[in-house]
């Protein structure tokens, strides 16, 4: 099968749909590919956004896709792009179904992957009973006994906004010897945020709690844990397209979600633009990244058929 569509969307999470939805609208003829590889494939629930809270995320791209459903101009592959390249001042994409796709204009949508910490039942416990955003996940877990995972500086910023802000009942277990400054050292001693050095050598998460397996074979439960996950970019396509990124891995966007790359825009978590400070990652945020690409992109190709109209002069 060989296509050939205006927009080409990589990435089916919600940034991607929102930005197939609003090119849908508009009547524009585009492809999603979708490899169902969301970053937040393994969490229970989706909060912070309006209308939708608690929303499970399976539930949520499901509701988008029926949605989609709509628009006979949008079409849908459930499949990973293999790689891309351009041809003509066109990018052609290979699928692992053995599609051939093209498309004058991509938006990449592919997200990241969280690097988690090499604890035995960590994959399991992520998105349950382990998170890595006390902002999203704290209210459902306020006032109950806590643990912050992790040795670096940012890990203990973490504690201390969870002790803030969700419970004070929270251990900052670092997993092995911390790397805190002095000063760090000082600000947890004030807040009486127990330190524990121990390596965990196991996790499992239950129902209700988390339990620990430190080195010492002593066990330590929690309802939950927050960790201060590192990742990395999902799809090497970042990488073969040539596109500029951040210090921490992400695609340097303009605040059109443009890439340095011409005629390719990226958007939710795998994209920041230059100029944006912190390391807050939401689906609302997402949404809204997908929204303005395409609705900037849609803008752009009908100035440019505008423009290139020859329409001759009155007399």
Not at 48 to 70: N, Q, S, V, Y
Not at 265 to 283: E, P, Q, R
């Amino acid at each position: 099968m060989e296509s050939h569509f205006e927009v080409a969307i990589i990435g089916g999470g919600p940034a991607g749909l929102a930005a197939a939805q609003l090119l849908g609208r508009q009547r524009r003829r585009i492809v999603l590919l979708d490899d169902h590889q969301q970053r937040n494939g393994a969490a229970r629930s989706v909060h912070m956004l309006l209308g939708r809270e608690g929303i499970t995320p399976a539930d949520l791209i499901l509701t988008g896709r029926r949605e989609l459903a709509k628009f006979p101009n949008v079409s849908i592959l459930s499949t990973r792009a293999t790689n891309v390249r351009v041809q003509d001042a066109e990018f052609v994409m290979s699928t692992s179904v053995g599609c051939r796709i093209s498309a004058r204009h991509l938006i990449l949508a592919t997200g990241v992957v969280d690097q988690l910490p090499r604890i035995p039942g960590v994959d399991s416990a992520y998105g349950k009973r382990l998170f890595h955003c006390p902002l999203c996940d704290g209210f459902e877990v306020r006032d109950q006994r806590l643990v912050v995972i992790g040795g670096t500086e940012q890990a203990a910023f973490m504690a201390a906004y969870v002790h803030d802000r969700t419970s004070q009942d929270v251990e900052l277990c670092c997993n092995g010897v911390p790397s805190f400054s002095a000063e760090t050292l000082s600000r947890l001693d004030q807040l009486r945020i127990p330190i524990i050095e121990d390596e965990v050598v196991g996790m499992q998460a239950g129902a209700d709690e988390l339990t620990l397996t430190m080195g010492n074979h002593e066990k330590s439960s929690y309802r939950a844990g927050f960790l201060s996950a590192k990742y990395r970019q999902r799809s090497s396509l970042v990488r073969e397209l040539g596109c500029a990124t951040r210090d921490d891995g992400r695609v340097q966007v303009d605040h059109f979600q443009r890439s340095s790359v011409p005629n390719v825009l990226a958007v939710g978590d795998m994209a920041k633009a230059i100029s944006a400070t912190g390391n807050m990652t939401f689906v609302a945020t997402a949404i809204a990244s997908g929204i303005t690409a395409a609705a900037f992109l849609d803008e752009e190709i009908f100035a440019s058929s505008w423009n290139e109209q020859n329409i001759p002069a009155a007399p």
